[in-house]
């Protein structure tokens, strides 16, 4: 099936440093979801965003919908060992049920 | 916030059998999904169910089926698993179309 463009696909970092991962669509959305996932885990949202140019912070991380609303960034400030995990975008239209998943940045962080 | 509960995390199944994948969300949603994950593969669409007693098929729904008989509830069904079925479920469930969607902890299921 159809998957979102997501860069990179893994980055080891160090403990501290800040990260930033993207995401790109050939298609309009009019939302953009960031979630991770832990190893066995089920995707938990991290941050929803609804309008283009939009800026969202929770906690160290923040995000933002494109102004073109085909792409959206995320990024991890002060990074700690607990972000580890795998990060996926996700983009939809609404009056749709279709959800279009990226294909994730696996991120380790070195102590 | 939102609780999307999958009731079984972890299956171990013989070819053959019939299996059910529960889930529960708390938030009055509209609609409820499932889908499975492969390593390579993302997130593929099975069903998702618009209302209570509606279903609409997704991208890979050959082999499964799906019941709504509750606004909550969204079950999964393999009515006779298969080894090629071995993977991890997962439910969501979104308030409407579009908006943001929730994800249950996961299925792992094994066919053996």
């Known amino acids: 099936g159809q998957q979102l463009n997501q860069s990179p696909q893994s980055m080891f970092i160090q403990e501290g440093e800040d990260v930033s991962m993207n995401c790109t669509s050939s298609s309009i959305f009019n939302t953009w979801l960031w979630y991770k996932q832990d190893p066995g885990e089920g995707p938990v949202l991290l941050i929803a965003l609804y309008k283009a140019g939009e800026l969202t912070s929770n906690g160290r991380l923040t995000a933002q919908f494109g102004i073109t609303r085909k792409d959206s960034f995320l990024n991890i400030s002060a990074s700690i060992p607990s972000d580890v995990g795998i990060y996926f975008c996700a983009g939809t239209t609404s009056g749709t049920y279709k959800y279009i998943f990226g294909t994730g940045t696996r991120l380790k962080v070195l102590a | 916030d939102v609780k999307v509960t999958q009731s079984s995390r972890y299956l171990v199944k013989r070819t053959g059998e019939k299996v059910f994948l529960e889930c529960v969300q708390d938030?009055?949603?509209?609609?409820m999904f499932w889908y499975r994950q492969d390593p390579g593969l993302g997130l593929r669409l099975i069903y998702f169910s618009y209302d209570v007693k509606m279903k609409e098929k997704g991208d890979i729904p050959e082999g499964y089926s799906v019941s709504r008989e509750k606004k909550e509830r969204f079950s999964l069904i393999l009515e006779s698993a298969s080894t090629n079925q071995t993977s991890m479920y997962l439910c969501a469930s979104t308030l409407y179309s579009g908006n943001t969607i929730y994800f249950g902890e996961g299925s792992w299921l094994t066919v053996v």
């Open positions: 938030m009055d949603h509209e609609n």
